[in-house]
């Protein structure tokens, strides 16, 4: 991993034209450096704003703007941090860093500043990485679960379910070590109920899970069905007025478009697909093999139906195993006259809006998410395992004291030490190199 105790300097705000731009130094020259930046050699007072001009090493200004310095320890990185804001042009943003590592402070990595507030115990590993989230949350939903991550909800519910932990093992430990000092500490059932109620805690985390990890990483949406049923219709829709969240997504192509939108919170990227029919030329098998790509990897299917239209053989598989479970049936145009009833389709119309809300509805169902009105505490894959990890070794220590006669307690002490182990993980207490190098790499880079 990288260096901690130089200086580091990225632009922290992002790339292109703005009103105002900020570039962030962090680390040990900090100050220094920063003061060597302002024109007139006064003092830079702690968390004031100073307006000044900002030279390079030879003298000649790039620009005026304000600098404002933050003291070690009480800052973002834990470190001197000195953030200077200037006009938001990436030609006076870049020409401020490179004044910056003319005067030894070098580029930082992608997340380098927040790793730095991780590992000088500013934040902690769940913290960080709610950072991450919160600059990636596309819709509110998302933003507010990263948000009550940032501020402690979960390390506060991992604190209290190690602490009782620590509390048990502590007690265990000191039956084995002074057997003869009369400490027992009460029967093995009192010590599996103390157990039990830690192993719902994780229980109530983990049945959050999954809808947690739903609003995290949210969900891949493929429409499919033959040509003129109203699959683009459907997808704009559905799209409506959030549509184009994000656009230009690598690797989309002219056969498949593909669009992220905010469902009920959820960020759900539609993929439109070529219709399906028996392939015509070689352009459209290759658009047909996509789309069965997209439909195999896709986390719902939505196949959709002309209601007024004859049904036309192989409307039903153009999929292969089309109705598995992760499909909805679509019977669109269901302001025409209908032409043929599915009971298990949902009827809409692309074209009035009739059964959108149903069908969101029945989206919604599919996931397994009743509501999505509670904010979800836990909601990342590498915190999921972690405490399903801890509540595993938690019923194994139950196991263990439940058996008949027990066994002995080094038993229990190993399982129970396990689950505190992987609790520690969760917060990064003891995480390894490169599961922090992991985590920080899809940080952008000045956080
Ligand atoms: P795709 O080829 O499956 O993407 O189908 P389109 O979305 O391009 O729609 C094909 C035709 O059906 C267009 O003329 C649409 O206006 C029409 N259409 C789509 N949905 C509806 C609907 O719900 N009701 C009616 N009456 N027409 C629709």
């Given at each position: 991993m990288f260096s901690t105790t130089d200086t580091i300097v990225a632009i922290?705000?992002?790339?292109?034209?703005?009103?105002?731009?900020?570039?962030?130094?962090s680390g040990h020259d900090a100050?220094?450096?920063g003061r060597a930046l302002i024109a007139r050699d006064r003092p830079v007072t702690p968390r004031y704003a100073t307006f000044t001009e900002i030279r390079t090493k030879a003298g000649a200004t790039i620009d005026h703007g304000i600098v404002t310095y933050f003291p070690a320890p009480?800052?973002?990185?834990?470190e001197d941090v000195v953030e200077i804001s200037a006009h938001g042009s990436p030609v006076?943003?870049?020409g401020i860093v490179a004044a910056v590592m003319e005067r030894g402070a070098r580029l930082a990595e992608p997340g380098e500043f927040t790793l730095r507030a991780y590992l000088n115990g500013r934040m902690d590993l769940m913290q960080a990485e709610a950072v991450g989230d919160l600059?990636?949350?596309v819709t509110p939903l998302q933003a507010r679960a990263a948000f009550d991550q940032l501020h402690g909800t979960l390390t506060r519910t991992i604190a209290e379910m190690d602490a009782a932990l620590f509390d048990l093992v502590a007690r265990l430990e000191a039956s084995v070590d002074f057997p003869d000092e009369g400490y027992h500490f009460g029967g093995s059932s009192e010590l599996a109920a103390?157990?039990?109620?830690?192993?719902c805690r994780a229980d109530a985390l983990l049945s959050d899970g999954q809808r947690g990890r739903i609003v995290r990483e949210g969900l891949h949406v493929a429409v499919v069905g033959a040509p003129n049923v109203g699959k683009s219709s459907l997808f704009n829709a559905l799209a409506g007025a959030s549509r184009a969240i994000v656009t230009d997504i690598p690797g989309t192509t002219r056969d498949l478009v593909t669009e992220t939108i905010d469902l009920e919170g959820l960020r759900v990227t539609l993929v439109d697909t070529a219709g399906l029919r028996t392939a015509g030329d070689v352009v459209e098998s290759e658009g047909i093999a996509r789309a069965r790509q997209a439909a195999s990897v896709a986390d719902l299917v939505l196949r959709v139906l002309d209601r007024s239209e004859p049904q036309r053989e192989g409307d039903g598989e153009s999929l292969g195993e089309a109705s598995t479970r992760k499909t909805i049936v679509i019977a669109n145009k269901a302001d025409l006259p209908a032409a043929w009833f599915q009971p298990d389709a949902v009827e809409v119309s692309a074209l009035t809006g009739l059964g959108l809300d149903v069908l969101r509805?029945?989206?919604?169902?599919?996931?397994?998410?009743?509501?999505?009105?509670?904010?979800?505490?836990?909601?990342?894959v590498r915190h999921i395992a972690l405490v399903a990890r801890a509540r595993d070794a938690l019923l194994r220590a139950r196991g263990a004291l439940l058996e008949d006669g027990g066994l002995p307690e080094e038993f229990v002490l190993a399982d129970l030490q396990e689950a505190r182990g992987a609790l520690e993980d969760v917060t990064g207490r003891r995480t390894p190199e490169d599961v922090l190098a992991h985590i920080f790499e899809r940080f952008c880079i000045g956080k």
């Amino acid at each position: 991993m990288f260096s901690t105790t130089d200086t580091i300097v990225a632009i922290a705000t992002p790339p292109g034209r703005g009103g105002i731009g900020i570039v962030r130094l962090s680390g040990h020259d900090a100050l220094a450096i920063g003061r060597a930046l302002i024109a007139r050699d006064r003092p830079v007072t702690p968390r004031y704003a100073t307006f000044t001009e900002i030279r390079t090493k030879a003298g000649a200004t790039i620009d005026h703007g304000i600098v404002t310095y933050f003291p070690a320890p009480a800052s973002y990185t834990g470190e001197d941090v000195v953030e200077i804001s200037a006009h938001g042009s990436p030609v006076v943003l870049r020409g401020i860093v490179a004044a910056v590592m003319e005067r030894g402070a070098r580029l930082a990595e992608p997340g380098e500043f927040t790793l730095r507030a991780y590992l000088n115990g500013r934040m902690d590993l769940m913290q960080a990485e709610a950072v991450g989230d919160l600059i990636d949350a596309v819709t509110p939903l998302q933003a507010r679960a990263a948000f009550d991550q940032l501020h402690g909800t979960l390390t506060r519910t991992i604190a209290e379910m190690d602490a009782a932990l620590f509390d048990l093992v502590a007690r265990l430990e000191a039956s084995v070590d002074f057997p003869d000092e009369g400490y027992h500490f009460g029967g093995s059932s009192e010590l599996a109920a103390a157990v039990d109620a830690i192993i719902c805690r994780a229980d109530a985390l983990l049945s959050d899970g999954q809808r947690g990890r739903i609003v995290r990483e949210g969900l891949h949406v493929a429409v499919v069905g033959a040509p003129n049923v109203g699959k683009s219709s459907l997808f704009n829709a559905l799209a409506g007025a959030s549509r184009a969240i994000v656009t230009d997504i690598p690797g989309t192509t002219r056969d498949l478009v593909t669009e992220t939108i905010d469902l009920e919170g959820l960020r759900v990227t539609l993929v439109d697909t070529a219709g399906l029919r028996t392939a015509g030329d070689v352009v459209e098998s290759e658009g047909i093999a996509r789309a069965r790509q997209a439909a195999s990897v896709a986390d719902l299917v939505l196949r959709v139906l002309d209601r007024s239209e004859p049904q036309r053989e192989g409307d039903g598989e153009s999929l292969g195993e089309a109705s598995t479970r992760k499909t909805i049936v679509i019977a669109n145009k269901a302001d025409l006259p209908a032409a043929w009833f599915q009971p298990d389709a949902v009827e809409v119309s692309a074209l009035t809006g009739l059964g959108l809300d149903v069908l969101r509805q029945r989206i919604l169902e599919r996931l397994g998410i009743e509501s999505l009105v509670d904010r979800p505490e836990i909601t990342n894959v590498r915190h999921i395992a972690l405490v399903a990890r801890a509540r595993d070794a938690l019923l194994r220590a139950r196991g263990a004291l439940l058996e008949d006669g027990g066994l002995p307690e080094e038993f229990v002490l190993a399982d129970l030490q396990e689950a505190r182990g992987a609790l520690e993980d969760v917060t990064g207490r003891r995480t390894p190199e490169d599961v922090l190098a992991h985590i920080f790499e899809r940080f952008c880079i000045g956080k």
